[in-house]
């Protein structure tokens, strides 16, 4: 996958001296196959979406009927994967640009959470498990990804209290980048590592 979405990168790039720029890649992708195959690429570029997203699909709808059913045992199983399917439609139909406008913002708020948790949960054999550590990195990185969050949102919503927040952002380090959370994160594992030594009792 990791060299897929490389070659996707590196396509685009190549792309912009042919055709113009674009709000998402949907269009670039479009042309490119046009230019090079002409009609079939478009159907073989339709094809190729289909499945690659049906398979993201299929994963995301089981997952979310499997978790659901763990949470709420007497809700069908069934039902949760209904709505799951049919949400999704609805959603559809808004439009990619207003999609991404919508859940970009929410995406790069979830990120750095969902990135430091992964993390601390692959260095568990090294780091350990103790609340302490998960919970200060997580108290250290919240603040940061909320930054995020609003940077992310369009630039005609950075005005009042929006604006006057996300300057406060531009202390952090990488923050233009949206990696203003990567050095309080690594804060907080040092103050959880800390707690988490002093709180846990020595065994005799």
């Known amino acids: 996958m990791a060299v897929i979405y490389g070659l996707l990168a590196l396509l685009g790039r190549n792309a912009l001296g042919r055709f113009g720029r ?3 890649g949907g269009p670039i992708l479009a042309n490119v ?3 090079y195959f002409g009609d079939l690429g478009n159907a073989l570029l339709a094809v190729i979406v289909i499945i690659a997203c049906l398979k993201t699909a ?5 997952a979310f009927g499997d978790t659901f059913k763990e949470l709420f045992p007497k809700v069908s199983y069934q039902l949760l994967i209904g709505l799951a399917s049919v949400l999704p439609l609805i959603f559809a139909n808004v439009g990619l640009e207003r999609l991404l406008v919508i859940s970009t913002p929410i995406l790069y708020f979830i990120y750095p959470l969902a990135i430091t948790l992964i ?5 568990t054999p090294f780091l350990g498990e103790s609340r302490w550590l998960f919970g200060t990195v997580t108290v250290f990185t919240v603040i940061p990804a909320i930054l995020d969050g609003l940077n992310a949102m ?37 103050v959880g590592l800390i707690l988490a030594k002093w709180r846990t009792p020595a065994s005799n």
């Open 154 to 190: 369009s630039t005609s919503l950075h005005h009042g209290w929006v604006a006057q927040v996300l300057s406060w952002g531009q202390w952090l380090p990488g923050f233009s980048l949206g990696l203003g959370w990567t050095v309080q994160a690594l804060i907080g594992l040092v």
């Open 22 to 24: 674009a709000e998402n």
């Open 58 to 62: 299929i994963g995301l709808i089981t």
């Open 33 to 35: 196959a046009h230019a």
């Open 119 to 123: 993390l601390l949960g692959l260095l």
